[in-house]
């Protein structure tokens, strides 16, 4: 058999399908609902999905004759993030809604975790920003009339709000930028990005177009190798951007979005959450363990509502899992991020999905969550752990989802995968 076979058309098709319901069974299905430990048919539907996804995991790699080595790191500091947020709930009540929340974040660990035990990194990144690229086309197409009626698009179907869906779009559009850099200006790649972009812009998410512009920069600094007409059009659109900063109030328009400076250097009222969780006494059990996963809102004094939602995925694990689960996170995602720089052929794209997600991370929640934004960082940080990399064993293929000598690498230059 030769070295460099991949795996087959059936079993890119399976990872693929695997990694749509994933997706379908994390994002949201009713706009600005908050779990509350409650279950109703949307919370058992969106279940029976994330089970059904890792069912078809299994059996991927059951049917699968290729077996990569899993490095164990990611999944023990998640257990232990999950682990110290379980004590904060048994302290503070919220145990069940809590106890829920860690066996959604497990079973989506799990499905990367078995697919990349079988499955080259690459396809299963692209896998997932590829189902996430499709949820927010559909979810666009559907909630086109939010934009007219609000001037910022939402999603019908699923009926998810407008960050949610600039979140969606973000991180593939920074892949398919990325890879327009590495391997030039084409139809295949220009078209879905451009498609994302009008997605993204129309959701007017100021933190998605900000943090995006920085990743983009992180890009061409790290990409391998700079396709000619990259760079053409990386020089081209200096002038026009320089035009819009100058002559038009485009920019000011959507950074503003009609706000009081107070609302603006506010956050939209996120400090005001932001503000009771650090405030929590230094010797009080929650500064320490949090209150439990399931809490994504707090008390507030504002004038028109007793609660605000976090809305930031620093200070929610700070809240729901102290200062020694947040530690915890920090370890996991610093370690991401220093094997993605040592990867050998994945930094390019590793590092500005990294970057991305982090800093959106200050804004929008999802980085210890049964999220989108999970399920890639937990790829990411699994792939890149350097026990990930080691020469895999060669096994017999069994069945159809035999390897065969086919192209699969559609965001990785090198087929055989990262081996060291």
């Known amino acids: 058999m030769s070295a460099d076979a991949g795996p087959g058309l059936a079993h890119r098709i399976g ?72 004590l904060g709930a048994l302290a503070s009540g919220a145990t069940t809604a809590t106890a829920i929340v860690g066996v959604r974040i497990g079973i989506l660990a799990a499905i990367v975790i078995v697919l990349l035990s079988c499955t080259p990194w690459p396809i299963v990144l692209g896998s997932l920003l590829g189902a996430m690229g499709a949820v927010a086309v559909v979810a666009a197409a559907t909630g086109v009339s ?32 990325v890879l327009l850099f590495r391997d030039g200006i084409t139809l295949r790649l220009a078209a879905p990005a451009v498609v994302l972009a009008g997605i993204l812009w129309a959701t007017q998410s100021r933190t998605a177009l900000v943090v995006l512009a920085v990743a983009v920069v992180v890009a061409l600094l790290t990409t391998p190798r700079l396709h000619w007409t990259a760079a053409v059009a990386v020089f081209a659109s200096v002038p026009i951007v320089y035009a819009v900063l100058a002559f038009t109030s485009l920019i000011e328009d959507v950074l503003v979005r009609d706000q009081t400076a107070a609302e603006i250097a506010s956050l939209s009222s996120r400090t005001d959450a932001w503000q009771v969780v650090l405030d929590w006494n230094a010797t009080s059990w929650e500064r320490w363990i949090g209150l439990g996963l399931s809490v994504k809102q707090i008390d507030v004094d504002l004038p028109f509502r007793d609660t605000q939602v976090f809305d930031s995925s620093w200070v929610s694990v700070l809240a729901q899992a102290g200062v020694l689960g947040l530690i915890v996170v920090l370890i996991w995602i610093g370690l991401a ?19 991305l997600l982090a800093v959106r991370g200050l804004t929008e929640n999802g980085l210890l969550d049964a999220s989108t934004t999970f399920l890639v960082l937990a790829t990411i940080a699994i792939a890149a752990d350097p026990d990930s990399r080691r020469s895999p064993a060669p096994v017999t293929p069994r069945t159809t989802f035999a390897r065969t000598p086919a192209r699969y690498a559609s965001v990785h230059p090198n087929p055989q995968g990262a081996t060291t």
């Open 146 to 177: 939010s934009y007219a009626a609000t001037g910022r698009l939402a999603g019908g179907i699923p009926e998810i709000q407008e960050n949610e869906l600039a979140g969606l779009a973000a991180l593939p559009l920074l892949a398919l930028i």
């Open 337 to 355: 991020f220093v094997d993605a720089a040592r990867h050998p052929t994945g930094r390019f794209l590793m590092i500005p999905l990294l970057v």
């Open 15 to 86: 990872v693929g399908a695997v990694a749509t319901v994933a997706v379908v069974s994390v994002v949201s299905w009713r706009s600005g609902a908050i779990f509350d430990g409650s279950v109703d048919i949307v919370v058992i539907a969106k279940a029976v999905l994330a089970v059904a996804a890792l069912g078809g995991a299994l059996a991927i790699r059951i049917m699968s004759g290729r077996r990569l080595p899993v490095g164990p790191r990611s999944p023990i500091l998640l257990a232990l993030a999950v682990g110290v947020s379980m």
